[in-house]
């Protein structure tokens, strides 16, 4: 397509994923000529397949789990599971049509240009959408996201198998499920649909599940879901996926052979690079991720924001990265994008909430390691809680410097206990000043007390 059919715009993004729509939106704000272009649906993975669906489900299967916690507690409950309900809310608030539609609508008025269709670079500034062509005057942002990475296990291309993008639009429980991947979004959905009477089996090739986390995360959430009746099994290797009548059989390496009437395959993310034209702008054309500077800056007149850049795959990276591209863009000052204190939390129950570095990587960054941790249920509150009181907060200090340089908090509301270990990380709070602050009683956040006693040095 020559330049003299292109329309000249200031920004196209390509993508419009929490990342790309935040980029999108607020230069459109700012008075830019923005087209958005996204090939599927306005607002990505996190609304319609990912975070919020995904959390639709474990806030109703968490609701289950505390009904059956009453007995003991506070007389007798029966519960019994029905999904319909959580399937109708996610059909009605994660609904695809409508939210684009929405979504749509406002990117409009903002005064953004929107068109649908696949964005696919063509030098510098430029992007081409079918017939269509855009020159950039300011530049182009990459927010194309990830998509299910499938894995090329001998069968699998010849069952029906679901991705979480399935898995998330589900009408009801299935009698048993198998799981294919021990990570975050294998392990929350595992759990929701084992709470919902699922019979559900965990195949994870690493040797423990949650393999990012620190070791004793994964060892709190084995016995979790052990005792759940989740059979969880680690170091297993899927080598086939086969039919079995209307069901699937999963073959691992020991030679054994896991049945489901369903398949989940949660073993990771691909970024959508392919075929998006990266060499026509000086990057390698088969990159799985876009390297960017501290600017989100990819090249000449290029930016890149969200899952594509590798810095973590979650919605708040996105939203943090597309600050800094649009401040960049705008010519505005503004902080450099930093991940030293880059959190994140797996919404398993209990939930796993983490901070900057564990434990093992602040050893192999050859920092003076002092680490402490405190168990949930040791303390007063985890001891009030009773059922469901599993978890523990450690910490990671560098003790020449003596800051935390990374924290989990593991325990009912651990993403939220995370805030502070968060704030502590982010602004290098002295672990001093840590030991001599108020934490009011008898919270969960408390446990921080524990895990600094345990952290030892400096009484
Ligand atoms: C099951 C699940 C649960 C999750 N839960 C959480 C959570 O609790 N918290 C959290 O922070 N994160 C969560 N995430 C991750 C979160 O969804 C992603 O990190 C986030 O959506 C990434 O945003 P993004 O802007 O990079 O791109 P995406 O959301 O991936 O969107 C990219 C968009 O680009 C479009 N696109 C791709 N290629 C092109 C092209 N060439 N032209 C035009 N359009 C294109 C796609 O159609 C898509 O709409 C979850 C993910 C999953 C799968």
């Not at 609304?47 to 109703?60: D, F, I, T």
């Not at 898995?167 to 294919?180: G, H, Q």
């Not at 168990?375 to 410097?401: C, F, M, T, Y």
Request: hydrophobic share 45%; with cysteine.
């Amino acid at each position: 397509m020559s330049d003299q059919r292109a329309e000249e715009v200031d920004v196209v993004v390509i993508g419009l994923g929490p990342g790309g729509e935040e980029v999108a939106g607020r230069l459109a704000d700012a008075g830019l000529t923005v087209v958005g272009v996204e090939q599927h649906l306005l607002g990505g993975e996190c609304p319609y397949y990912g975070c919020v669906p995904s959390k639709m489900m474990v806030r109703a299967a968490d609701l289950l789990a505390e009904a059956r916690r009453v007995r003991g507690m506070a007389g007798e409950a029966t519960v019994t599971a029905d999904f319909a309900p959580v399937a109708r809310r996610i059909r009605t608030e994660a609904t695809d049509d409508w939210n684009d539609r929405v979504a749509v609508d406002r990117f409009e008025k903002r005064g953004g240009h929107f068109v649908r269709g696949r964005g696919v670079l063509d030098g510098p500034g430029r992007v081409r959408v079918g017939e269509r062509a855009f020159t950039a005057r300011r530049g182009v942002v990459i927010g194309t996201g990830t998509s299910p990475a499938v894995p090329p296990i001998p069968g699998l291309a010849d069952v029906r198998y679901w991705t979480n993008r399935d898995a998330v639009k589900a009408e009801r429980a299935p009698a048993s499920l198998v799981v294919l991947g021990g990570g975050a979004v294998g392990l929350e959905m595992a759990q929701a649909f084992s709470r919902f009477g699922s019979r559900v089996t965990v195949i994870e090739e690493q040797q423990r599940v949650l393999a990012v986390e620190e070791p004793e995360v994964s060892a709190v959430l084995a016995a979790v879901f052990g005792a759940e009746g989740i059979d969880v099994r680690v170091g297993r290797k899927a080598t086939r996926v086969a039919a079995d009548g209307e069901s699937i059989a999963v073959h691992t390496e020991d030679g054994t052979v896991v049945p489901g009437e369903r398949l989940l395959v949660a073993t990771g993310r691909r970024a959508g690079l392919t075929g998006i034209g990266l060499g026509t702008v000086g990057l390698e054309e088969s990159a799985s991720t876009i390297h960017t500077d501290e600017r989100m800056r990819a090249g000449e007149r290029l930016w890149a924001v969200g899952d594509v850049t590798g810095a973590g795959l979650f919605t708040h990276v996105a939203m943090y990265q597309a600050q800094i591209a649009i401040a960049d863009i705008l010519g505005r000052d503004g902080p450099p994008a930093d991940y030293r204190a880059l959190a994140w939390v797996t919404f398993t129950d209990p939930e796993v909430g983490r901070v900057g570095m564990s434990e093992a990587q602040a050893r192999a960054a050859r920092l003076r390691v002092r680490t402490g941790a405190a168990e949930v249920r040791q303390s007063s509150r985890g001891r009030i809680h009773g059922p469901g009181n599993a978890g523990l907060i450690k910490l990671v200090e560098d003790a020449d410097r003596g800051v935390l340089v990374g924290a989990t908090s593991v325990g009912p509301w651990g993403g939220e206990v995370l805030s502070m270990l968060t704030l502590a990380v982010h602004a290098g709070v002295p672990v001093r000043t840590l030991r001599t602050m108020h934490y009011a009683f008898p919270t969960f956040h408390r446990g921080m007390l524990d895990a600094l006693a345990a952290l030892g040095g400096e009484a």
